[in-house]
T-cell receptor, first 112, second 111 residues
């Protein structure tokens, strides 16, 4: 069975500090991995995805994530947080591109 | 703009009523997914359709049903509504093996 665990339902960082949002997955077959961002009263927006190939994936708004098979992780990072990064972030895993499994989300607060 | 459209944006109705939410996927996407998002339950997967056929079922109540039509648009029917059904309902679409693209959602309020 597939599952996603996001460690930390709330993360606070100072403006300009490193953003690190953690995601661990469980999958019996090679997964496709995704990060989504949700701003208040909006739908989820794709930040980045990993399917095959390079394990370091760059996404929009300066975010990137690294697929580490040995650690079953796909943590999201950004070197310098902006106020506009405050939002809810969801990690998701898909097997074979069909059913998706979403984590419970991490709310990011950026402190000025 | 993800290319996925949902109507209506807001819906206010009373307990016991029935409503229909509509979703048009991105051009070329054969898969449609429905999700419910509420403060206490988070993002819950309801059901997936692929090219008109049900592909996967999640935490969908028996009072809820969905279908995908030949033109690939989908409808989610919610009946015998309860206060607890108040939530944001999202539709997403994808190609096989691709990322899901989400619509803006329908906010349902049951009074």
């Amino acid at each position: 069975a597939q599952s996603v665990t996001q460690l930390g339902s709330h993360v606070s960082v100072s403006e300009g500090a490193l953003v690190l949002l953690r995601c661990n997955y469980s999958s019996s077959v090679p997964p496709y991995l995704f990060w989504y961002v949700q701003y208040p009263n909006q739908g989820l927006q794709l930040l980045l995805k990993y399917t095959t190939g390079a394990t370091l994936v760059k996404g929009i708004n300066g975010f990137e994530a690294e697929f580490k098979k040995s650690e079953t992780s796909f943590h999201l990072t950004k070197p310098s947080a902006h106020m506009s990064d405050a939002a809810e972030y969801f990690c998701a895993v898909s097997v074979g591109g069909n059913q998706f499994y979403f984590g419970t989300g991490t709310s990011l607060t950026v402190i000025p | 703009d993800s290319g996925v459209t949902q109507t209506p944006k807001h819906l206010i109705t009373a307990t016991g009523q029935r409503v229909t939410l509509r979703c048009s996927p991105r051009s070329g996407d054969l898969s449609v997914y429905w999700y419910q998002q509420s403060l206490d339950q988070g993002l819950q997967f309801l059901i997936q359709y692929y090219n008109g056929e049900e592909r996967a079922k999640g935490n969908i109540l028996e009072r809820f049903s969905a279908q995908q039509f030949p033109d690939l648009h989908s409808e989610l029917n919610l009946s015998s509504l309860e206060l607890g059904d108040s939530a944001l309902y999202f539709c997403a679409s994808s190609v096989v093996g691709g990322a899901q693209f989400f619509g803006p959602g329908t906010r349902l309020t049951v009074l």
